[in-house]
């Protein structure tokens, strides 16, 4: 994995968390994820407020208020906090503005949205990645390098497809590779893998949980 510093800024009141695992696999590609913060309003009903992956940052119930708190945390991030790279996703227009403060301090912006983002943000940004609709898995290219592992580990532990416990994962991948999962957004195991419902089968909470990994979301990769 890259050391690059990346941040990833959702937009919640713009995309459905429906794209949560997607998002998090491109912000993956760029580095090493140190901030990922979904923008909504608390109070609201809103499919974000169970997704785990995600710092729920409640914005209030005021016009623009998501839009107007993430431009300020990521200016923030960008002049105090060191961050290279920056994910923005949303398709509002208005975005645009923020993609190119950041790239005048010569940072990396990707913008991630909708086919109804207008030109305007798509090319503000470095890079513009397209949500195809129903699009939440992570496939292809954009498998990390942290999934490939934990795909070995699984395979080599698993028994008769049972997969193996996901309380033995985390201290193995620390063994064998030195990973820690409280360095990653989600803090722990079970939030990292249930926010990969494409890669992972996770059973519900026990001392015995299992965790196996799918065939079908790793076939491309």
């Known amino acids: 994995m890259s050391s690059r510093r990346v941040a990833l800024l959702v937009d919640g009141d713009n995309l ?40 729920l940052m409640h914005a209030g119930a005021g016009k623009n208020a998501a839009d107007l708190l993430l431009s300020i945390d990521a200016m923030e991030l960008a002049l105090r906090a060191g961050m290279e790279s920056f994910l923005i996703a949303s398709s509002d227009g208005d975005f645009a503005h923020l993609a190119q403060r950041l790239r005048e301090h010569g940072l990396e912006v990707l913008g991630v949205g909708e ?58 991948m620390h063994a064998t590779h030195g990973t820690k999962i409280s360095s990653y957004p989600e803090r722990n195991w079970r939030a990292y893998l249930s926010g990969r419902p494409a890669l992972y089968d996770v059973d519900p909470r026990g001392p015995e949980a299992m965790v196996r990994f799918r065939p079908e979301g790793f076939s491309a990769a």
């Open 115 to 172: 086919t109804k983002a207008p030109p305007a943000f798509r090319l503000a940004c470095t890079q513009f990645v397209l949500l195809s609709a129903g699009d939440g898995r992570c496939g292809g290219s954009r498998i990390s390098e942290l999934d490939r592992k934990i795909r070995e580990m699984i395979a080599f532990h698993s028994r008769e497809g049972r997969g193996m416990r996901i309380v033995d994962l985390g201290p193995r």
């Open 16 to 55: 459905s968390a429906k794209h949560a695992s997607r998002l998090l696999c491109e912000a993956d590609k760029r580095g090493r994820v140190d901030v990922s913060r979904v923008y909504a309003s608390a109070i609201r009903s809103s499919d974000w407020l169970a997704t785990p992956g995600y710092r």
